[in-house]
């Protein structure tokens, strides 16, 4: 699929320096970061379905550490 996007001037030349310093054309770092945003949004969604979630359990950090602490030998 292709897909045209104006990017302001600033953004454009930014974009242009890092693919000469790297040999990469535009589309892959524009790629790279699409693929980032789409992961970080999902992973969002998640964290806000369960924060939603009147099920979910909701402990204190304080319990948490407990939980993960290693247990101390006797």
Known sequence: MTISVRLPGPTAK?????CRATDRPRSYFILKALDRYLTEQAEYQV????????????????EMRARF????SR
């Open 14 to 18: 930014a974009l242009d320096q890092v």
């Open 47 to 62: 964290a806000l379905d369960r924060l939603m979630d009147k099920d979910d359990t909701i402990i204190s950090s304080k």
């Open 69 to 72: 602490e290693p247990r101390k």
